[in-house]
C-alpha cells in the first residue's frame, strides 16, 4: 500500500495508525504505515482478526520491514466495556544516553522505531521541542518511525507526553496514545532499578493506564544503563484493560481517543 494510501486513509477516519492485516498459509501478518513497530495498531489488527473469526482470542502476528513475532492474546472480547489485551515480544534492547542542552537524553531503539525520551523536571535545563527530540533520534539511527517521548512522574507511575513522525507518511503527530513510547519510557526509567524482571504503569494522554513488563535473560544480568554494555535480549510485555471498538470498515479504537485503522486485504 501506498505511503498516499495511508494519508488518505488516516485523514478520512480522523485516526492515528494505518496498517495491513492479511493471512496465507496459517500466518497472520500485519504492516503499520511505515513498517515500524507500532504496538496499538498491532493490538487493533488482533482485535480485528479476533472480530473477523481468523483467530481464537490468542494469536501470533508477524509485524513490521523487521518481521518482529509478536503475540496478541484478548483475554475478553471485543465487545466488553473494558477488553483485557496483553501483547508480547522479544527483541536486542539498544539504548544511549546522549547529552542534549547539558541534561540527559535517553534514545531508545525499537524495531522499526527510534525514541528520544525526555525526562521532565529531572534538571533545570528547559524542555526542548519535540521537533529537537525527533532530530536527535534521526540522528542516531536510521528507522521507519521517530518519537519523542516526554515522560514526567506521579509517585510510581510514569505519565508520558508522545509524539510520532512517519517520514513520507505523516508529519509531527501528537499522539493520544503510544505502545511503543510507554516501552521506551520503562526501558528509560528502568536503567536505574538494576533489575531482571521490572514492572511499570505508564499513562498516556487518553488517561488509561498500560502496564509494561520488562524481562531479561539472566545470563545478561540486570537491566543497566546501556553505556559501556553490549544490547540485552529482552521480553516485552504490555498489558491493556481498556475500551476497544470495531466497526465493520475496519476501524478499531482503543486506549480512549487513540483511533488505529487495519485495513483488510485479505
Known amino acids: 500500500m501506498k ?6 486513509l488516516i485523514h478520512d477516519h480522523g485516526v492515528e495508525q494505518a496498517c495491513t492485516l492479511s493471512l496465507a498459509d496459517g500466518v497472520a501478518r500485519t504492516r503499520m504505515m511505515g513498517g515500524e513497530l507500532s504496538l496499538n495498531g498491532t493490538v487493533a489488527a488482533g482485535l ?3 472480530h473477523w473469526q481468523l483467530s481464537g482470542p490468542a494469536l501470533e502476528l508477524i509485524c513490521g520491514d523487521a518481521e518482529i513475532p509478536v503475540e496478541v492474546n484478548v483475554t475478553g472480547g471485543p ?9 508480547s515480544f522479544r527483541y536486542r534492547m539498544k539504548a544511549r544516553t546522549l547529552a542534549l542542552n547539558q541534561a540527559n537524553l535517553n534514545v531508545v531503539w525499537l524495531p522499526g522505531i ?5 525526562e521532565v523536571g529531572a534538571t533545570r535545563t528547559a524542555t526542548p521541542g519535540p521537533e529537537v527530540l525527533i532530530r536527535t533520534a534521526r540522528a542516531c539511527s536510521r528507522a521507519a518511525a521517530y518519537g519523542a517521548i516526554f515522560v514526567s512522574k506521579e509517585g510510581p507511575l510514569l505519565v508520558i507526553d508522545p509524539f510520532v513522525h512517519v517520514p513520507g507518511v505523516t508529519g509531527l503527530v501528537h499522539e493520544t ?3 511503543t513510547g510507554a516501552v521506551a519510557a520503562a526501558i528509560s526509567d528502568g536503567w536505574r532499578q538494576q533489575q531482571v524482571e521490572l514492572t511499570t504503569a505508564v499513562r498516556q494522554p487518553s488517561g488509561h ?15 543497566t ?3 559501556g554494555h553490549e544490547p540485552q535480549t529482552s521480553a516485552v510485555t504490555v498489558s491493556y484493560a481498556t475500551e476497544a471498538r470495531l466497526s465493520a470498515i475496519g476501524v478499531a479504537t482503543l486506549d480512549g481517543a487513540g483511533a488505529i485503522l487495519t485495513v483488510d486485504w485479505l
Open 3 to 8: 505511503p498516499r494510501t495511508f494519508r488518505e
Open 48 to 50: 480485528m482478526a479476533v
Open 79 to 87: 465487545a466488553q466495556t473494558a477488553t483485557p489485551i496483553k501483547v
Open 114 to 118: 527510534t525514541h528520544a525520551v525526555w
Open 177 to 179: 496514545s503510544c505502545g
Open 209 to 223: 493506564v498500560v502496564e509494561v513488563l520488562l524481562q531479561t535473560k539472566a545470563s545478561d544480568g540486570p537491566l
Open 225 to 227: 544503563s546501556p553505556l
